[in-house]
C-alpha cells in the first residue's frame, strides 16, 4: 500500500530530530506516521504536545489497553500493530488478549474485571462518544478523576490517530503485530 502523503525524508529539521530521538527505543527508524506528521514542524508538535505516553495516572498496561483496544475498534491496523509488537509483551498481554483487543470482546475469558471495564469503556466511547452512568460508575469505583480524564483523553486521542494512519494508508511497520494473528509479522511480509 502506498500512503496518501509522502513521510518528510531526513535529515529532518534539529527540533524534530532532537524528537524523534527521543521518542523512538534506541536503533529503530522513526514511524513512517511520525515521519510524514514531520512534513509540517507545527503539526509535528501539536501531535506530540498530546500525547500520553509518559507516566500518568495509569499503568503501562491499563495505557496498552486501551490504545489496543481503541485502535482496533477503529481498525487502525498500522496504530495496533505497532503497539502490540512494541508493548504486548512487556506489559503482559498474551496472545489470547491480543486475539481479544482486536476482534473479541470484554466478556472474553482472558481478562480480570478491572480489564474489562477498561474494555467496556473503550466500546462505549467508539460506540456512543459517550459513557453510560453504570459504567462511569464502576470505572470510578477503581480509577481516580484524574486517571478518568485520561481514560477519555487517551481513547480520544487514539482515535485520532486512527483517523491519521486510515485516512493515510500508512504502509504498516515491518516488524508490527497483525489483525489476523496477533504476531508481528515476517521479514518477508
Same mark, same amino acid.
Given at each position: 500500500?502506498?500512503?496518501?502523503?509522502?513521510?518528510?525524508?531526513?535529515?529532518?529539521?534539529?527540533?524534530?530530530?532532537?524528537?524523534?530521538?527521543?521518542?523512538?527505543?534506541?536503533?529503530?527508524?522513526?514511524?513512517?506516521?511520525?515521519?510524514?506528521?514531520?512534513?509540517?514542524?507545527?503539526?509535528?508538535?501539536?501531535?506530540?504536545?498530546?500525547?500520553?505516553?509518559?507516566?500518568?495516572?495509569?499503568?503501562?498496561?491499563?495505557?496498552?489497553?486501551?490504545?489496543?483496544?481503541?485502535?482496533?475498534?477503529?481498525?487502525?491496523?498500522?496504530?495496533?500493530?505497532?503497539?502490540?509488537?512494541?508493548?504486548?509483551?512487556?506489559?503482559?498481554?498474551? =496472545?489470547?488478549?491480543? =486475539?481479544?483487543?482486536?476482534?473479541?470482546?470484554?466478556?472474553?475469558?482472558?481478562?480480570?474485571?478491572?480489564?474489562?471495564?477498561?474494555?467496556?469503556?473503550?466500546?462505549?466511547?467508539?460506540?456512543?462518544?459517550?459513557?453510560?452512568?453504570?459504567?462511569?460508575?464502576?470505572?470510578?469505583?477503581?480509577?481516580?478523576?484524574?486517571?478518568?480524564?485520561?481514560?477519555?483523553?487517551?481513547?480520544?486521542?487514539?482515535?485520532?490517530?486512527?483517523?491519521?494512519?486510515?485516512?493515510?494508508?500508512?504502509?504498516?511497520?515491518?516488524?508490527?503485530?497483525?489483525?489476523?494473528?496477533?504476531?508481528?509479522?515476517?521479514?518477508?511480509?
Amino acid at each position: 500500500m502506498t500512503a496518501r502523503i509522502a513521510p518528510a525524508a531526513p535529515p529532518f529539521p534539529d527540533d524534530i530530530a532532537q524528537a524523534l530521538e527521543r521518542i523512538m527505543p534506541a536503533g529503530m527508524e522513526p514511524l513512517v506516521l511520525f515521519t510524514t506528521l514531520a512534513r509540517d514542524p507545527r503539526l509535528f508538535g501539536k501531535f506530540f504536545g498530546a500525547g500520553l505516553l509518559d507516566r500518568g495516572h495509569l499503568t503501562l498496561r491499563q495505557r496498552e489497553i486501551v490504545i489496543d483496544r481503541t485502535t482496533a475498534l477503529c481498525r487502525s491496523e498500522y496504530e495496533w500493530g505497532v503497539h502490540v509488537a512494541l508493548f504486548a509483551q512487556r506489559v503482559g498481554l498474551g =496472545a489470547a488478549q491480543t =486475539a481479544s483487543l482486536a476482534n473479541g470482546s470484554a466478556e472474553d475469558p482472558c481478562w480480570s474485571a478491572q480489564d474489562r471495564l477498561l474494555l467496556r469503556l473503550c466500546d462505549a466511547l467508539h460506540r456512543d462518544c459517550a459513557v453510560e452512568d453504570e459504567l462511569w460508575d464502576a470505572l470510578r469505583a477503581s480509577f481516580s478523576e484524574e486517571a478518568m480524564l485520561e481514560l477519555l483523553m487517551l481513547a480520544g486521542f487514539y482515535r485520532t490517530v486512527s483517523y491519521l494512519t486510515n485516512a493515510l494508508k500508512l504502509p504498516l511497520e515491518p516488524y508490527a503485530a497483525r489483525f489476523n494473528t496477533g504476531h508481528a509479522a515476517s521479514a518477508a511480509t
